[in-house]
């Protein structure tokens, strides 16, 4: 059945095309192939255009609602795992016995750390990320098992208290606490890739808007030849729309550009450089008490700290005024600590977890919350920066193709008399 | 018919429709167990350490009249000690009874923190002018030979090899190495632990002892003795062998083990004192001299190792000239 029906149907299209190429050849024929070709550009290049811009708010709503608070996450999961483990060896460090008030640190640094699992777990964006958070959760159960087996036997006076402690620390310090902190640099790094990609001009959509104006300008060349007219009115009207959605697009996008350019140097990159300076806070901090813990020689723990803090110092920069003043006072109290350490070892340990003014915890925590606060406030900036993006784009989508619309109407209505000469 | 074509085209129009949702469930993450161990366990490949010609292991050098507190003969090692202010000794934070850190104060205590206030006392005439410095079992005769601390006092056993960096004082102490294992454990003597995990620190000659038994068990080597304790604990480790003084401290600190086995071998334990420093070496002997004659061994033996059964009494001294 089929193989009869299909001569005439090739008879019919051959019939139809040779008609066609004899009608393209009229003058009317012209006007028809001007207005098609001219008005589909516009509207191609305005579909084109509101995807690629469509896209880019997609990817800048992503950034806010999720990639960037996950990166927020995976930081204070950080924070708060190093806080839990400094809690456990101040707690250590004042005598075995915890006190109401270190307990209760130390609680809390687990439910921060608990909290932020749970926020940095629900944007996980891959199967890899999962599996480290699943990871650094699994290995939190065991490590909170061992500073209670250390505390259990620290309350009976034994040495086997220090040696539980010790395991758990090397677990924080080895695996959990590394596995935090690429976390946090992996995401970070996917926030200024789709920064990058929302400050980017939507370059095929505007060439193709460009393609529509050629487009016009040589379909005018065209028909003034054919019609001797100068001017169709449709094909300005088109040529100026046109332009303007160009002209909108590139003065929108240069400007979201520029926010986002903004909002990643001040924004995405000094919260890099901040985190690393907190990280390495961190460290030192964990050094200055376990070299206490260890009672040992000090050599090497103090060749460690004053790396830290001289790659923590090269980090705050210029940029931190108020973290910078209380390195500077952390540092001489680590020196008054190293300076007891030999001749009156309860000495050194009491500047260590003294949170008096001029103690070393005290100044630690200066360190740690100023870290903190410009933390929130840069993170404020690259927010801001993103949000104002959003704001140039919001209508471009609709606009260009509202715009494109326009122009491929004006170029039908315009050619229609024209055509209806010939009718 | 035609009814059941229609629902079949149906059906996989539908179907067709609904692509992209794939009925296989999204791949979950699974992770093995969390197997934690103490910073620095290793397992136990190479011999600890090469053998090393046959010397009389315990003697030592005959002390002569001993200066009073305070009054250090000048030149000599001691009266440096005494200029500076305060005794340097390497001591152990971590083994019970010997060498440990009181959770509860802070301090340090045990019967090798004794004995070196007790040396401090003889040289100033005030046991507390002393700087504790907790150093590694594997870290003690680098410690000496770099000037680190002045003597080491830290369950330290006289043997030829480390007689060949270090010096030793007269004997203070036999402990005998025996093998510590959960009470329900079947292993019971040194040819028990073949194929077995043993724990033991590095550096120690319980781990050279250990390595030399036929057939060698598997050697686990770690930092400090509770580090072993932890990994017995843990159910990482099947035993420990160490010298009894420090299996009795690990003992107390877990109900559930039992020390076994006869003794795999004696180990005289020494104060060390850097090389080239005879001086000093004849006044720790003078101490001990004094401490074996005046009755501060006993009392001492008696405070921290009389669960180890009653004082076999001090050791003899033995002086080589």
Known sequence: MVTIADPPRVLDAHASRVWLRRFARTTAGVVVLVAIIVSTTCVVGGLACGAALNARITEQRAVLENTEPFAYAAQNLYAALSAADAAAATAFLSGGTQTPLTRARYQQALAAAASALADATAGSPDMATRQALAGISAKLATYTGLVEAARANNVQGFPIGSAYLREASTLMQTSLLPAAAKVFTDDLARVDEAQREVGKPPVVGLLLLGLAVIAIVVGSVILFR???????????????????????????????????????????????????????????????????ITRGDITASEKAYFGYIDDLTARLGTGSPAATAAVDSWVAGHRRQVAAYAEDYPAAVAQALSTERGGSAAQFAVVESSLREDIEATRETLREGVADAGGYLAWTPTGTLVLAVIAAAAVVVGLWPRLKEFL | MKRRVATVLLATALTVAGCGVSATPPPSISLGPAIVRPAGAEEVTAPPQAPVADCDVEASLRPGTQPPPGDMPPESTMAKIQERGRLIVGVDQNTFMSGFRDPATGELAGFDIDLAREI?????????????????????????KSGQVDLIVRTFSITCARKENVDFSTVYLYAKQRILVPKKSRIDSAASLSGKRVCAVTGTTSLIRLYELKPKPNLIEVPSWTDCLVMLQQAQVDAISTDDVVLLGLAKQDPSLRVVGDSLGIEPYGVGVAKGKEDLVRFVNGVLAQMRADGTWERLYSTWYSSLGPSPGPPEPRYQD
């Open chain 1, 226 to 292: 054919r019609t001797n007219r100068q001017f169709n009115v449709g094909l300005v009207v088109a040529a100026v729309v046109v332009i303007a959605a160009i002209g909108w697009v590139v003065v929108a996008t240069r400007f979201a550009a520029a926010d986002i350019e903004h909002s990643r140097v001040d924004g995405t990159g000094k919260i890099g450089q901040l985190a690393e300076a907190r990280i390495l806070a961190q460290q030192a901090r964990t050094d200055e008490t376990l070299q206490l």
């Open chain 2, 120 to 144: 401090a006392q003889k040289i100033f005439g005030d046991p507390d002018k002393i700087v504790l410095q907790v150093v590694d079992a594997g870290q003690r005769e680098s410690a000496l």
